[in-house]
């Protein structure tokens, strides 16, 4: 089993910054990874995948990178509606999830 | 616009059977995609369970598979959960969603499900 280890667990940072999340995978997973966001009491929403593909209605402030074992989401200036859990999901060998990453508002 | 709705018991005695279905609207199941279920314990992270091809095939997580079904009604465009000899660590918010090239993409919103007797 792949495991996805994702860094740091909480980000505190105010509206505007810019935020960058990890996701490090135990062995590669080639550019097999997404991202999703999860809001409070909500089902997670696709943001990237295949490591760098925006989906359908996300903003272009979303953008991810990366390949092998080390990714990258990086919003490069936070809204209020970004403060949320970011999830990273590889699909190289079965389907495992990250640990999530928690941004929150400082 | 593809929508997907779990329904199902939201309680479950321990070494029972849990028995979730999801419908989706908006979209012919029969028309391609697999179609999954995923699921969360309260306050934790993801874990994929396992998914279905509209003409039944299946693959479900290893860690899983001794306990899990998944099967297909492409009449009623409804995919169902079946997971047996449940216990008090399958209490989980249980979510259906459209695999598409293994990215699960949409959601249904979730249904809690807890075991205890």
């Known amino acids: 089993e792949i495991v996805l280890t994702q860094s740091p667990a909480t980000l505190s940072l105010s509206p505007g910054e810019r935020a960058t999340l990890s996701c490090r995978a135990s062995?590669?997973?080639?550019?097999?990874l997404a991202w999703y966001q999860q809001k409070p009491g909500q089902a997670p929403r696709l943001v990237i995948y295949?490591?760098?593909n925006r989906a359908t209605g996300i903003p272009a402030r979303f953008s991810g990178s990366g390949s092998g074992t080390d990714f990258t989401l990086t919003i490069s200036s936070l809204e209020p509606e970004d403060f949320a859990v970011y999830y990273c999901q590889q699909r190289s060998n079965w389907l495992t999830f990250g640990g999530g990453t928690k941004v929150e508002i400082k | 616009q593809v929508q997907l709705q779990e329904s199902g018991p939201g309680l479950v005695k321990p070494s029972e059977t849990l028995s979730l279905t999801c419908t989706v609207s908006g979209y012919s199941i029969s028309s391609g995609y697999y179609w999954g279920w995923i699921r969360q314990p309260p306050g934790k992270g993801l874990e994929w369970i396992g998914g279905i091809y509209h003409s039944g095939t299946t693959y479900y997580n290893p860690s899983l598979k001794s306990r899990v079904s998944i099967s297909v009604d492409t009449a009623k465009n409804q995919f169902s959960l079946k997971l047996s000899s449940v216990t008090a660590a399958d209490t989980a918010v249980y979510y259906c969603?459209?695999?598409?090239?293994?990215?699960?993409?949409?959601w249904g919103q979730g249904t809690l499900v807890t075991v205890s007797s």
């Open positions: 062995q590669s997973v080639s550019r097999y």
């Open positions: 969603a459209r695999q598409d090239g293994d990215w699960f993409d949409p």
């Open positions: 295949d490591g760098s």
